[in-house]
């Protein structure tokens, strides 16, 4: 049973998520603040955390990385009333995979979440790619430059994978979003740019070019086979 992690401190809302997700059939546990979460995200081992950015006693930015470093492959959807797009931007930089600005409809939530667990758990045809010094072990979730591993989130992988399987083509932020995240994603896009962002400096702290990933603006971006 996939488990999930709802990190929010109003008890109203914490109950009411917990309720709906119990009834989809997931396994819950609550957290209403940020060290809860810390502990739960250690005991309870969630495939994805729902946390709420305005918690009483841990920034929820703080909150994201620590849960991104103790769990490496789970999803994390950020919830959060702040409508500011550098904070949300800093949430996803922190290791979110996707986030949902409240007041938000609880049917949205669910089919995000449905999204976000069938992407991870699609199986991988082929055993690895490889593109120059990129090398892609698809069934270990591994990438690696020159034989160095390159730490990657989840989402991280599955756009690096994409972008390399069809290196040297054009691929639009469109075919991005329906392979990475979900066909009938209506979701922002923001979440796109920063992981495009994350995977050049993740990739240019191995030696590789920043550049490898090019933008076409209006259309999407490109793995290059030769700079």
């Known amino acids: 049973m996939t488990r999930v992690l709802v990190v929010e401190d109003d008890p109203s809302i914490g109950a009411e998520l917990a309720e709906a997700l119990a009834s989809g059939g997931y396994q819950v546990s609550l957290a209403a603040t940020g060290g809860e979460a ?3 995200a250690r005991r309870f081992a969630p495939d994805l ?3 709420d950015l305005g918690l009483p006693d841990i920034d929820g ?10 769990l490496p492959q789970a999803v994390i959807v950020v919830l959060t009333a702040r409508t500011q797009e550098f904070e949300v931007v800093v949430a996803l930089d ?17 089919a995000r979440i449905r999204a976000h667990l069938r992407r991870q758990s699609a199986p991988q045809e082929e055993r690895s790619v490889s593109v120059g010094r990129l090398r892609l072990d698809l069934l270990a979730r591994r ?3 020159d034989g160095d591993e390159v730490m990657l989130r989840p989402k991280e992988f599955d756009l690096l994978v994409v972008l390399a399987c069809r290196a040297g083509e054009v691929v ?7 392979e990475v995240w979900d066909l009938n994603w209506f979701g922002p896009t923001k979440t796109l740019d920063v992981h495009v962002f994350a995977l050049r400096r993740k990739l240019s702290e ?14 999407g971006y490109r793995y290059e086979t030769d700079l």
Request: hydrophobic content about 40%; glycine content about 6%; overall charge neutral.
């Open 38 to 40: 810390l502990e739960q």
């Open 49 to 51: 955390v729902l946390l």
């Open 61 to 70: 930015v703080a909150v994201c990385r620590r849960l991104r470093t103790a």
């Open 94 to 110: 922190a290791g979110a995979d996707d986030y949902l600005t409240k007041p938000f409809r609880l049917t949205e939530l669910l």
């Open 143 to 145: 990438a690696y430059v």
């Open 172 to 178: 639009t932020r469109e075919e991005l979003m329906d």
């Open 206 to 219: 191995h030696g590789e070019d920043p550049q490898r990933i090019t933008t076409l603006r209006g259309r």
